[in-house]
């Protein structure tokens, strides 16, 4: 039995596990994503020991997927919006001092994408784009079955096209990219200014006003719609620039299905050229927040082949 790790880092945990060669999750366990490198370090290597232990070394390579910039030629994270305590990190290097088998380290949406498109909605795609609408906006590229990286491993930042020239500033250093425009909190901005009463909603959520939305209040229908209409404009751009066979779309936004989807897809039609819209399929994510640890998991299978 030949089987693989995969560590996916979020802002709230790590979601670790143990994958077969067919990306069958066999075992995962979450911890909370600590606040400061050495914690992080000590969580992977606890995480490691366990997996090696419970599985009798059958593990021969792992992945890890972790947020932010990272630099594929020098092995480091340049820059985590979330996770600052990465930025320019050896972690390649720290890694590497408590694994025993070959592992490989990529950008967290870039391995999730690679998960989708192994063995999720994107299977059998020659090229697809996964997005993953939450907090932030990840993405992913593959193209002719491989995972596009750029040149040092940056590609695919989707996230930050810009869709809104004058809109909200972004933690990439850019304004009005498709992340600030549609992420949940922009969903929740959008309604309060709707209603004009901000002291009443300090705490309220995207899936409050999903709710609410549900319920038929129209300020709730319309802050989805103002994010669905720049989605919409996110998707015209990666349509006529890749034509891509399929677009993959996830995260917890996307729970609101319809409420988002429909103003996007509507406004993507309207933008993209026709013909390439046709031909592209655009459809949700198959693995739910799994993705990322399948995917990593899954990067190392395909990875290790080139190594050994
Ligand atoms: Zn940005």
């Not at 998707?235 to 936004?253: H, T």
């Not at 406004?267 to 994510?285: F, N």
Request: charged share 25%; glycine share 12%.
């Amino acid at each position: 039995m030949v089987l693989f790790a995969g560590f996916d880092l979020g802002g709230t945990d790590i979601k670790a596990g143990v994958v077969n060669e067919r990306g069958e999750l066999l075992f995962y366990k979450y911890l909370p994503t600590p606040d400061n490198i050495s914690d992080l370090l000590k969580s992977f290597k606890d995480l490691w020991d366990y997996f090696n232990k419970e599985f009798s070394k059958n593990i021969i390579a792992a992945g890890f997927g972790l947020p932010g910039i990272y630099n594929i030629e020098k092995k480091l994270i340049h820059q985590s919006p979330h996770l600052s305590y990465l930025d320019d990190y050896p972690i390649h290097e720290t890694i590497s001092e408590f694994i025993n088998v070959p592992f490989f380290i990529n950008n967290d949406a870039n391995l999730a994408a690679w998960g989708e498109y192994k063995i999720g909605a994107g299977k059998n795609a020659e090229s697809m784009v996964l997005l993953t609408i939450g907090t932030g906006v990840g993405s992913g590229i593959i193209m002719g079955g491989k995972l596009w990286q750029g040149k040092c491993g940056f590609a695919g930042e989707l996230g930050h096209i810009i869709v809104n020239p004058e809109g909200e500033e972004c933690e990439c250093g850019g304004r009005g990219c498709l992340e600030t425009e549609v992420c949940s909190t922009k969903i929740v901005d959008n309604y309060i200014k709707l209603k004009g009463r901000k002291e009443e909603f300090k705490k309220l959520t995207s899936k409050d006003v999903f709710e609410r939305a549900k319920a038929g209040e129209k300020e709730a229908l319309r802050a989805f719609s103002i994010a669905g209409y720049f989605l919409g404009l996110g998707l015209a751009s990666i349509i006529n620039f890749l034509n891509p066979e399929k677009i993959i779309l996830g995260g917890g936004v996307m729970e609101a299905g319809d409420l988002l989807l429909k103003p996007a897809l509507e406004e993507a039609k309207k933008r993209a050229y026709k013909k390439a819209i046709e031909c592209c399929e655009i459809r949700k994510a198959s693995l739910g927040n799994k993705a990322g640890i399948i995917g990593s998991a899954l990067w190392a299978a395909e990875n290790i082949k080139r190594v050994t």
